[in-house]
């Protein structure tokens, strides 16, 4: 091997150590984009619902009323 990899989610090309090891080999996406992915998703799902606490303190998530 080379000892590049290109990264699907960011489209650059990167050295090995740059991806997480897993079980199999090393994961598709590189150690970057596993730390924003999470963060846009939550961003993107905080913009589509609203959180609502339900009595007892029992927190829920409703669709917003614009995505209905």
Do not use: H, T
């Amino acid at each position: 091997m080379n000892g590049l990899k290109k990264c699907p989610r960011c489209g650059e090309v990167k050295e090995w150590k740059d991806f997480n090891r897993k079980y199999d080999g090393y994961q598709p996406y590189c150690r970057e984009c596993n730390k924003k992915y999470p963060k846009e998703r939550l961003a993107e799902a905080e913009s589509r619902f609203e959180l609502i606490v339900l009595p007892g303190g029992i927190r829920c998530f409703q669709l917003k009323k614009e995505y209905l």
